[in-house]
Nanobody
Framework: QVQLEESGGGLVQAGGSLRLSCAAS????????MGWYRQAPGRQRELVAS??????THYADSVKGRFYISRDNAKNTYLQMNNLKPEDTAVYYC??????????????WGQGTQVTISS
């Protein structure tokens, strides 16, 4: 069984910063990709940033130069969000794509953390 624990959301003023954390635990043999998605009211969930096992990263155009994703060796991923804008307001979800020892690839979503940016 896999668990993802997200933290770090909250309310900040435009121009401020937040750091989201996602801690993975459980029956994870190896991590393939960890990523952050967000969903604003009335909108589809969208990819914000992802980091692959080899360290390569991908960012949505809307956050390039402001958000930075990282990972440590303890199966944690972080999203540093700077120069936040009201349009960044959304529920942010951590997504884990991983292999079990059997070699089967799975994906797992966190419960989400609310990020609200006031103008």
């Amino acid at each position: 069984q896999v668990q993802l624990e997200e933290s770090g959301g909250g309310l900040v003023q435009a121009g401020g910063s937040l750091r989201l954390s996602c801690a993975a635990s459980g029956s994870i043999f190896s991590i393939n990709v960890m990523g952050w998605y967000r969903q604003a009211p009335g909108r589809q969930r969208e990819l914000v940033a992802s980091i692959h096992s080899g360290g390569s990263t991908h960012y949505a155009d809307s956050v390039k130069g402001r958000f930075y994703i990282s990972r440590d060796n303890a199966k944690n991923t972080y999203l540093q969000m700077n120069n936040l804008k009201p349009e960044d307001t959304a529920v942010y979800y951590c997504k884990l794509t991983y292999f079990e020892r059997s070699g089967v690839l799975y994906e797992y979503w966190g419960q989400g953390t609310q990020v609200t940016i006031s103008s």
